[in-house]
């Protein structure tokens, strides 16, 4: 079982900050991660997959990057709109979700 | 891009049965494999069960195997989760998600879950 692991648990940032999020996976996963964004009260959004793949419609604010068993995401200039929880996801074997980063207002 | 909408959600006393239904919109839902995640009240994200685009394969999280059952009805574009003996630990929002193209594990689209709370 691969288990993911997030860090940190949450990060207290300001507006036009530049953002960066950690994923470290227990075993290599290569590039077969996803992160994905979750507002209070709603579903999680995809973000990026592939490790480094943006999906349709997601900001080029997002980026992400790794492979093996490291990860981050980085956003370039936190807008009010991106504070929420990130999980990352590996399905490189099976499927396992890290435990998230809360992005909060400073 | 499409839609997914959950229903059938509600409070069941421990031990009950609950069945979720997961309808689709938007996309070719018989190409496509879906899921069931759900999450806790204030926790993370944990997969539940898979069921492949054509109903032949199945896989379940050990914690509800046996007890919980996948389906769909891809004349119907919808999605099932059958849930018996149901236990507090159930407790969540459950969301049906989808696979993306070829079939890896991520999921591109979600719905907005809906709530199962075990409790007497």
């Known amino acids: 079982e691969i288990v993911m692991t997030q860090s940190p648990a949450t990060l207290s940032v300001s507006p036009g900050e530049r953002v960066t999020l950690s994923c470290w996976a227990s075993?290599?996963?290569?590039?077969?991660l996803a992160w994905y964004q979750q507002k209070p009260g709603q579903a999680p959004r995809l973000l990026i997959y592939?490790?480094?793949t943006r999906a349709t419609g997601i900001s080029a604010r997002f980026s992400g990057s790794g492979s093996g068993t490291e990860f981050t995401l980085t956003i370039s200039s936190l807008q009010s709109q991106d504070f929420a929880l990130y999980y990352c996801q590996q399905y490189n074997n099976w499927l396992a979700f890290g435990g998230g980063t809360k992005v909060e207002l400073k | 891009q499409g839609q997914l909408v959950e229903s059938g959600g509600g409070v069941v006393q421990p031990g009950g049965s609950l069945r979720l239904s997961c309808a689709a919109s938007g996309f070719t839902f018989s190409n496509y494999g879906m899921h069931w995640v759900r999450q806790a009240p204030g926790k993370g994200l944990e997969w539940v069960t898979f069921?492949?685009?054509?109903?032949?394969?199945?896989y379940y999280a050990d914690s509800v195997k046996g007890r919980f059952n996948i389906s769909r009805d891809n004349s119907k574009n919808t999605l099932y989760l059958q849930m018996n003996s149901l236990r507090p630990e159930d407790t969540a929002v459950y969301y049906c998600?989808?696979?993306?193209?070829?079939?890896?594990?991520?999921?591109?689209?979600w719905g907005r879950g809906t709530l199962v709370t075990v409790s007497s």
């Open positions: 069921i492949r685009y054509d109903g032949t394969n199945k």
């Open positions: 075993q290599s996963v290569s590039t077969n």
């Open positions: 592939g490790a480094s």
């Open positions: 998600a989808k696979d993306p193209p070829y079939g890896f594990w991520y999921f591109d689209l």
